[in-house]
């Protein structure tokens, strides 16, 4: 071997070596990343940020012009009286059990369903899942009169169940998981725990189930936030004496006059659950969603 050819050998080999070093290397973003998230990090915040400003005003305030753009001194009064006008504690509670509720049921029957889909094979599976899809492109208005006279039927006008029922699955849930298990889960190892002797049940809780936890979390957030801020249904199948917090804040608006700064309040803190709820469990949506995509 000539020297040139173990000079490109030994240049090739330190190139190896340096790659190999650095693949365990955290990356660093640059200043430019940090410039461009900040920045959508403050327009994805100022909404929140408006409605807590306006929310510490007083209406007459909030009138001129220019608007505020700092806080003001009456955000805790502000706060109390939508709390007491919009009767909030029995709101929050109805939301909590309905969100809550059409959350669990959501994640499970679609998870269960997405994995029929995926990995069972029977008839007309193909066109059920087709009829399913196909439900999305129907308007939701279309079906408020007949959903409407079905529940009064049942005797369940002015319910929570009257909300719960119609959204304990969606055809959303059931594609979104199916498609999710199509690739997480492989085919051989539901066949190994067949093998094993595992019945279907045992295969759901320690095959599936895990496999679906990413995609599950975030189904449930995004869930969880579409059931809390429903207004269409729950303003039409509840009243004021047993409302979600939308339909509570709904008084808010009425009067001559309405009052912007408490209107703003009650927004704040029927939105406060939502900011709770994700703090709480934001680590662990965000990390099941990096786990499934390293596996994948």
């Given at each position: 071997?000539?020297?040139?050819?173990?000079?490109?050998?030994?240049?090739?080999?330190?190139?190896?070596?340096?790659?190999?070093?650095?693949?365990?290397?955290?990356?660093?973003?640059?200043?430019?990343?940090?410039?461009?998230?900040t920045v959508f990090a403050l327009v994805s915040l100022a909404p929140l940020v408006w409605t807590a400003i306006a929310?510490?005003?007083?209406?007459?305030?909030?009138?001129?012009?220019?608007?505020?753009?700092?806080?003001?001194?009456?955000?805790?009064?502000?706060?109390?009286?939508?709390?007491?006008?919009?009767?909030?504690?029995?709101?929050?509670?109805?939301?909590?059990?309905?969100?809550?509720?059409?959350?669990?049921?959501?994640?499970?029957?679609?998870?269960?369903?997405?994995?029929?889909f995926a990995k069972l094979r029977f008839r007309f599976s193909g066109l059920l899942l087709l009829l399913t899809i196909?439900?999305?492109?129907?308007?939701?208005?279309?079906?408020?009169?007949?959903?409407?006279?079905?529940?009064?039927?049942?005797?369940?006008?002015?319910?929570?169940?009257?909300?719960?029922?119609?959204?304990?699955?969606?055809?959303?849930?059931?594609?979104?998981?199916?498609?999710?298990?199509?690739?997480?889960?492989?085919?051989?190892?539901?066949?190994?725990?067949?093998?094993?002797?595992?019945?279907?049940?045992?295969?759901?809780?320690?095959?599936?189930?895990?496999?679906?936890?990413?995609?599950?979390?975030?189904?449930?957030?995004?869930?969880?936030?579409?059931?809390?801020?429903?207004f269409l249904w729950p303003i039409i199948a509840l009243n004021q004496q047993n409302p979600t917090v939308q339909v509570?804040?709904?008084?808010?608006?009425?009067?001559?006059?309405?009052?912007?700064?408490?209107?703003?309040?009650?927004?704040?803190?029927?939105?406060?659950?939502?900011?709770?709820?994700?703090?709480?469990?934001?680590?662990?949506?965000?990390?099941?969603?990096?786990?499934?995509?390293?596996?994948?």
């Amino acid at each position: 071997m000539t020297t040139s050819e173990l000079t490109l050998s030994a240049t090739a080999g330190k190139e190896r070596r340096r790659r190999v070093l650095g693949a365990g290397k955290q990356l660093h973003a640059g200043p430019v990343t940090y410039v461009v998230l900040t920045v959508f990090a403050l327009v994805s915040l100022a909404p929140l940020v408006w409605t807590a400003i306006a929310a510490s005003r007083t209406d007459r305030r909030l009138a001129e012009t220019p608007p505020p753009l700092w806080f003001g001194g009456n955000l805790f009064e502000n706060l109390q009286t939508a709390w007491d006008q919009a009767g909030l504690g029995t709101a929050m509670f109805n939301s909590v059990i309905v969100a809550g509720t059409i959350t669990i049921s959501t994640v499970l029957f679609s998870t269960l369903a997405g994995f029929a889909f995926a990995k069972l094979r029977f008839r007309f599976s193909g066109l059920l899942l087709l009829l399913t899809i196909g439900t999305m492109m129907i308007p939701p208005q279309l079906a408020v009169v007949p959903l409407y006279l079905w529940m009064s039927d049942l005797g369940w006008s002015n319910q929570l169940q009257t909300v719960i029922l119609p959204s304990l699955v969606t055809a959303f849930g059931t594609f979104f998981m199916r498609q999710y298990l199509v690739q997480a889960l492989p085919t051989e190892l539901i066949e190994a725990a067949r093998v094993d002797g595992a019945s279907s049940l045992r295969v759901i809780w320690h095959v599936v189930f895990p496999a679906a936890r990413p995609a599950m979390a975030v189904l449930g957030l995004l869930t969880f936030v579409f059931a809390w801020n429903d207004f269409l249904w729950p303003i039409i199948a509840l009243n004021q004496q047993n409302p979600t917090v939308q339909v509570a804040l709904n008084s808010l608006g009425t009067g001559y006059v309405p009052d912007q700064a408490v209107i703003m309040a009650g927004a704040l803190l029927g939105t406060l659950p939502l900011l709770l709820a994700f703090l709480l469990f934001g680590k662990q949506i965000v990390g099941g969603i990096m786990q499934g995509a390293v596996k994948g």
